[in-house]
């Protein structure tokens, strides 16, 4: 089993990126996809999750409105969308599995992806 994290960088204030988790050899079917992140000095946070049963997304409420997590179960990929992107949305983001649904503690998930550096700054 493989979560490849992809499409972090560097940004400006107010900008865009589209982070991508693409999984092999484990089917989106049964596993949920939840996007963590950890900046310098602090403990790994769930930023959203996508459950496989019913499509639920779910968000911590400081990016509620601004990032958008879909999937392509046909591709086996879970995106992040992010908008209006702020310096402390800067961190490694990661993504993890979770075959029982979403869950915001990290020694929950079965799978975790290497992470994607997205930092944020003028």
């Known amino acids: 089993v493989q979560l490849q994290a992809s499409g972090g960088g560097l940004v400006q204030p107010g900008e865009s990126l589209r982070l991508s988790c693409a999984a092999s050899?484990?089917?989106?079917?049964?596993?949920?996809i939840g996007w963590f992140r950890q900046a310098p000095g602090k403990e790994r946070e769930g930023v959203s999750c996508?459950?496989?049963?019913?499509?639920?997304?779910y968000y911590v409420d400081t990016v509620k409105g601004r990032f958008t997590i879909s999937r392509d179960n046909a591709k086996n990929v879970v995106y992040l969308q992010m908008n209006s992107l702020k310096p402390e949305d800067t961190a490694v983001y990661y993504c993890?599995?979770?075959?029982?649904?979403?869950?915001?503690?990290?020694?929950?998930?079965?799978?975790w992806g290497q992470g994607t550096q997205v930092t944020v700054s003028s």
């Open positions: 050899e484990l089917s989106l079917d049964y596993n949920s």
């Open positions: 996508i459950d496989h049963r019913d499509g639920i997304a």
């Open positions: 993890a599995s979770d075959s029982s649904g979403c869950s915001w503690y990290t020694g929950r998930q079965d799978y």
